[in-house]
């Protein structure tokens, strides 16, 4: 089992994006067929070192994450996120 983490600090300007941020990453869940699980959500505790939104997505094996990081679903949905975005940071395990 895989497990991608990604957080998302959005910038000032683009704040009012975070919902509708979550609500484009949720919906890959179904239309990526190698998403084992996903878990969206944004910040409840705002802090300078907190970011403000957090993807967990689990894959059985590194090949679906791979996959997963090619599907056009994917790619656009994470185009149009990165656009509000001052950082994106990962961790895989």
Avoid: W
């Amino acid at each position: 089992m895989i497990t991608h983490v990604v957080l998302f600090k959005f910038r000032d300007e683009c704040a009012g994006k975070i919902d509708t941020s979550q609500k484009m990453l949720s919906s890959l869940h179904g239309r990526v067929p190698q998403i084992r699980s996903l878990s969206v959500g944004s910040n409840i505790l705002p802090s300078a070192r907190a970011y403000d939104l957090c993807l967990i997505a689990t894959f059985d094996s590194l090949e679906d994450l791979a996959d997963y990081r090619a599907h056009p679903e994917h790619r656009s949905v994470a185009r149009e996120v990165d656009r509000y975005c001052q950082s994106t940071v990962s961790v895989d395990y």
